[in-house]
């Protein structure tokens, strides 16, 4: 069993940056991979990024790639989300999201068995 709880949202203005957290309990945490997640008002939840449990690969979608970088902290049990240069379509609410190893892709939420209950990031421009 995983739980994970994210922190770090809040209000920025367009091309500011924000560091998302998700902080996980569970011993054997540094095993699952983990993605994050952002739902807009009234949008379907997408994928953002994901990173295996060892650190060393990692994903992202098209529309963050460049500008966000996804890394964790296995010692802290904690997982990252940096994001740079911030733009108004960035708002939403993420979520951070672990996964039983070799299940399936990282790109679909429906592979993922742990959620986090998300944090609001709302961007100004």
């Known amino acids: 069993q995983v739980q994970l709880v994210e922190s770090g949202g809040g209000l920025a203005q367009a091309g500011g940056s924000l560091r998302l957290s998700c902080a996980a309990s569970?011993?054997?945490?540094?095993?699952?991979?983990v993605g994050w997640f952002r739902q807009a008002p009234g949008k379907e939840r997408e994928f953002v990024a994901a990173?295996?449990?060892?650190?060393?690969?990692?994903s992202y979608s098209s529309s963050v790639k460049g500008r966000f970088t996804i890394s964790r902290d296995n010692a802290k049990n904690t997982v990252y989300l940096q994001m740079n240069s911030l733009k108004s379509e960035d708002t939403g609410v993420y979520y951070c999201?672990?996964?039983?190893?070799?299940?399936?892709?990282?790109?679909?939420?429906?592979?993922?068995?742990?959620w986090g209950q998300g944090t609001q990031v709302t961007v100004s421009s």
């Open positions: 569970g011993r054997t945490f540094s095993t699952y991979p």
């Open positions: 999201a672990a996964r039983t190893p070799y299940r399936g892709t990282a790109y679909s939420s429906g592979n993922y068995d742990y």
């Open positions: 990173i295996t449990g060892s650190g060393v690969f990692t």
